[in-house]
């Protein structure tokens, strides 16, 4: 009944179709849509500071006692210590300004 040609030609106007109509008819105006973003992190000049002081002072305290060459004792507790522990206090002191 049909050729081949004219198959695929069908096959074609009805998958054109389905991309097409769509098109062709009006959209539906969707209701705008509202983006919830949580606000930029602001950090202030005293957290930017300790920020960097955290991680300069375990590296220069790294290349003054040489842990690699010599007991971690001391690195650990000049080094990393003071960096844990301050840290540990901002953290417990915003905790308390948080329960209030």
Not at 26 to 38: E, F, H, I, T, Y
Not at 91 to 100: D, E, I, P, Q, Y
Request: charged fraction near 10%; include cysteine; charge should be positive.
């Amino acid at each position: 009944m049909f050729s081949g040609i004219q198959e695929i030609l069908l096959i074609v106007l009805i998958i054109s179709g389905l991309f097409l109509v769509p098109r062709m008819m009006n959209p539906k105006a969707s209701p705008p849509q509202v983006v919830l973003r949580r606000p930029a992190l602001k950090f202030s000049w005293t957290l930017r500071l300790a920020l960097i002081v955290s991680i300069l002072w375990p590296v220069a305290c790294a290349l003054f006692f040489k842990p690699w060459q010599q007991d971690v004792i001391p690195f650990t507790t000049v080094g990393i210590g003071p960096v844990v522990v301050g840290w540990s206090i901002k953290w417990v002191l915003a905790g308390m300004n948080n329960k209030r």
